[in-house]
């Protein structure tokens, strides 16, 4: 059974800089796409990066911000986010989906962790 657990978010200010982690567990972690999602209030769920073998892609809004990154050899996914602003205010995400290709694909994404929240005040 596939599970993911988030960890490390928080609030902080605006300019500041937080790493999010991804602990998969139950599947073989290396064949895997995984992303990064994320879902401010009021608004739908939008894609924010995602990691095929080294390949990775990333939303408009946060290229040259964020970092997505992953370690096979602890089944952990990252996203270093830096220069942070209220817009990327909320809910933040992990996924994951069976098969190293069309990484950038939203609907292939099927396992979905808890969520770790990011609240970036002014």
């Known amino acids: 059974q596939v599970q993911l657990v988030e960890s490390g978010g928080g609030s902080l200010q605006t300019g500041g800089s937080l790493r999010l982690s991804c602990a998969g567990s139950?599947?073989?972690?290396?064949?895997?796409?995984m992303g990064w999602f994320r879902r401010a209030p009021g608004k739908e769920r939008e894609g924010v990066a995602s990691?095929?073998?080294?390949?990775?892609d990333y939303a408009d809004s946060v290229k040259g911000r964020f970092t997505i990154s992953r370690d096979n050899a602890k089944n952990t996914l990252y996203l270093q986010m830096n220069s942070l602003k209220p817009d990327d205010t909320a809910m933040y995400y992990c996924a994951a989906a069976r098969g190293l290709y069309d990484c950038n694909l939203d609907t292939r994404y099927i396992h979905w962790g808890q969520g770790s929240q990011v609240t970036v005040s002014s």
């Open positions: 990691i095929a073998s080294l390949s990775t």
């Open positions: 139950g599947y073989t972690f290396s064949i895997y796409c």
